[in-house]
Nanobody
Framework: QVQLVESGGGLVQAGGSLRLSCAASVRSGNAMGWFRQAPGKEREFVAVISWSRTATGYADSVKGRFTISRDSAKNTVYLQMNSLKPEDTAVYYC????????????????????WGQGTQVTVSS
């Protein structure tokens, strides 16, 4: 069983930056991703990184502003968020895919096995 703990959320003005962290209780041998859920909306994909770190993917809405990375030695994945907009306001969730895969980088929620509790990001205009 993998436990994920997110941190780094908070309140920031539009145009500002935040870095989210997600610490896993055990080493993940597969993809890890970030999703978000805004009030009244469904949870959506934000970014993903493969175990090898050679494959990454981003939602069109965050491409060029967000960067995902991972430190395998620390069992931690990060989401650097720059040029934040009010529409980025949401609860951000970290997810980990079970099993082992060097290159998998899935973008759908159903492909992930473990989820964190979420961290709130609020961007004021």
């Amino acid at each position: 069983q993998v436990q994920l703990v997110e941190s780094g959320g908070g309140l920031v003005q539009a145009g500002g930056s935040l870095r989210l962290s997600c610490a896993a209780s055990v080493r993940s041998g597969n993809a890890m991703g970030w999703f978000r859920q805004a009030p009244g909306k469904e949870r959506e994909f934000v970014a993903v990184i493969s175990w090898s770190r050679t494959a990454t993917g981003y939602a069109d809405s965050v491409k060029g502003r967000f960067t995902i990375s991972r430190d395998s030695a620390k069992n931690t994945v990060y989401l650097q968020m720059n040029s934040l907009k009010p529409e980025d306001t949401a609860v951000y969730y970290c997810a980990a895919k079970g099993g082992t895969s060097w290159l998998a980088a899935p973008r759908t929620q159903a492909q992930y096995d473990y989820w964190g509790q979420g961290t709130q990001v609020t961007v004021s205009s």
